[in-house]
């Protein structure tokens, strides 16, 4: 889970993608609307399948505590 991290300096302490501003909920939030990958992709070049993944995989294991 290294490309997320959770620094609160950035984001007020939310959890974003490494080397970015970009919240993991905002990734989430274009993912659940309906925007698949590559949409997201496409609005953010400086990410990978692999940072939108990290996002999903975190959102996992914190519904999995539920």
Same mark, same amino acid.
């Given at each position: 889970?290294?490309?997320? /991290?959770?620094?609160?300096?950035?984001?007020?302490?939310?959890?974003?993608?490494?080397?970015?501003?970009?919240?993991?909920?905002?990734?989430?939030?274009? @993912?659940?609307?309906?925007?698949?990958?590559?949409?997201?992709?496409?609005?953010?070049?400086? @990410?990978?399948?692999?940072?939108? @993944?990290?996002? @999903?995989?975190?959102?996992? /294991?914190?519904?999995? /505590?539920?």
């Amino acid at each position: 889970m290294n490309r997320i /991290e959770l620094n609160p300096e950035i984001c007020n302490g939310r959890p974003v993608i490494r080397g970015t501003r970009i919240a993991v909920h905002t990734i989430l939030g274009f @993912l659940s609307a309906g925007d698949s990958v590559q949409d997201v992709l496409d609005g953010y070049p400086q @990410l990978t399948q692999a940072d939108i @993944l990290a996002c @999903l995989d975190r959102s996992e /294991e914190h519904t999995s /505590e539920l």
